[in-house]
């Protein structure tokens, strides 16, 4: 019980519009800072027996997801390495070729633009892939769809576009 007075000292005790409990840390009055004392509340028995199952349902998915997997399964979480470095600025760039892709390559080839396929890194800038709606059909799985390879430089500038193939919507035998 001292944990579960513990536990609603640390969360809000108020009850949001769908029933829940607020999730939200709680000030000294209990009460996170959207809520204060004319809102519904949890009780303290509602609370323990809430924690309770909680704690049961966790310890249910442990046993099971133990009782399927290996040792070897299993990852140590001291041996991740979590500090995974990552270029913010080639990130940015593939975004930035993706947005310029998606607003002009519609208006550049003269169809309705699908999706982005492929963004790739090149010796001059990038390369992108775009598929494009060439000719409507009933049912749309019989769409003709278009796929240009577009060229960028380094600073999403387009240089030049050409067809690669068709192919109907619903075929997808040839990408298999």
């Not at 009460?31 to 909680?54: G, K, L, N, P, R």
Request: glycine content about 6%; some cysteine; overall charge negative.
């Amino acid at each position: 019980m001292a944990e579960a007075e513990t536990q609603s000292k640390e969360q809000c005790k108020a009850l949001t519009e769908d029933g829940e409990r607020c999730s939200r840390p709680a000030g000294d009055d209990g009460f996170c800072y959207q809520h204060d004392e004319s809102d519904q509340t949890v009780s303290d028995s509602q609370t323990a027996e809430q924690e309770e199952q909680e704690q049961s349902e966790e310890e249910t998915r442990s046993r099971d997801l133990g009782a399927d997997m290996t040792a070897e399964e299993k990852t140590d979480p001291e041996s991740v390495d979590a500090d995974i470095d990552v270029e913010h600025e080639e990130i940015e760039g593939v975004l930035g070729v993706r947005q310029t892709v998606q607003a002009s390559a519609g208006d550049l080839i003269g169809r309705e633009f699908d999706a982005v396929s492929e963004i790739a890194p090149t010796d001059d800038g990038w390369r992108a892939i775009v598929e494009v709606v060439e000719r409507r059909a009933v049912p749309d799985t019989q769409d003709i769809i278009g796929r240009y390879e577009i060229e960028l430089d380094e600073n999403a500038t387009v240089h030049g576009y050409r067809r690669l193939d068709r192919y109907r919507r619903g075929d997808t035998a040839a990408f298999e």
